[in-house]
């Protein structure tokens, strides 16, 4: 049986490094924040961050990987990936741990559209990690509660209509901070090392849902407008996203439609010993810090 997180032995002392891929993004952020908490030297790195690092210039790899002993990789969402090479260049050297986060789903055939045919680079990214010969965890979240805070919902959450092609599906939306927690306890203590984590929220809804949760913190409610998939894509187009990358996150959102996101997981329970964060513990605390004005 696996051991809970309130049992589990920290075993990085201040003297080990961890680098944070994605170190300014949703969960890179809260993971370097977590980390450094608790005394850990931490790199948060990306291309404008305090330790550069580029997916595209190999030279940025070696730089940030010197001295460390753990990293938590936050991948490229593009095929080939570029982690099997990254993976191969940190066991070089010298990393002794490496925290992946992946996709809830990608081992499922059809869980996604057709972008995502055969797991897409989230498969390569677990195999290399799998391969690594060195410790690892893979964390497999759904759905980011915080797509309604500081993501791609976030301009239809203020404006007061959110048009998605998700029609009338749910998904167990999973809080980033319980991601970093989850993360953080992989990269610090004993007993998650093969783990592979599915993270979701304690409870499914639908996007009609979440935003009546966020209606109950803000006293302003938007209203959810089922979109389609073609008036979907012209309008990220329209925002500036690449053509792959709008239909990446079309097919991405296809298991919302269809409530594969919606069953309950117990990852965060096993890695942290208890239950994670609700939808409306996350919206409290963003419209606190004022995510919608």
């Known amino acids: 049986m696996t051991q809970t997180g309130a049992t589990r032995k920290d075993t990085t002392s201040t003297g080990n490094t961890v680098l944070v891929l994605g170190g300014t993004g949703k969960t890179g952020r809260r993971t370097v924040a977590r980390l450094r908490e608790r005394g850990v030297e931490t790199r948060a790195a990306s291309r404008s961050g305090e330790t550069p690092f580029d997916w595209a210039d190999r030279a940025t790899w070696r730089v940030a990987l010197d001295g460390v002993d753990a990293v938590y990789i936050v991948p490229l969402d593009t095929s080939p990936s570029p982690t099997p090479a990254f993976v191969a260049q940190a066991v070089a050297s010298g990393v002794r741990r490496l925290v992946l986060l992946s996709a809830r789903g990608v081992d499922v055939p059809g869980y996604f559209g057709p972008s995502y045919e055969g797991g897409g680079p989230h498969l390569e990214s677990e195999s290399a990690v799998r391969s690594s010969g060195v410790a690892w965890t893979i964390l497999r979240p759904g759905w980011f509660a915080q797509n309604f805070s500081e993501g791609v919902f976030l301009d239809g959450v203020r404006g007061g209509e959110l048009a998605l092609p998700t029609g009338d599906g749910a998904a167990a939306f999973v809080d980033a901070d319980d991601i970093a927690a989850v993360a953080v306890a992989a990269l610090t203590e004993e007993g998650h090392d093969g783990e592979v ?35 979907f894509r012209a309008e990220l187009v329209a925002q500036g996203m690449s053509e792959e990358e709008a239909a990446l996150w ?27 964060r609700d939808f409306a513990d996350f919206a409290r605390d963003a419209a606190a810090a004022g995510a919608w004005g």
């Open 250 to 276: 079309i097919d991405a959102m296809e298991p919302i439609r269809t409530s594969r996101e919606a069953p309950v997981t117990d990852g965060v329970r096993r890695a942290l010993g208890r239950p994670p």
């Open 197 to 231: 984590y599915e993270l979701s929220g304690p409870r499914a809804l639908r996007i009609a849902d979440a935003l009546d949760e966020i209606a109950k913190v803000t006293g302003v409610r938007a209203v959810y407008v089922p979109a389609r998939k073609s008036a």
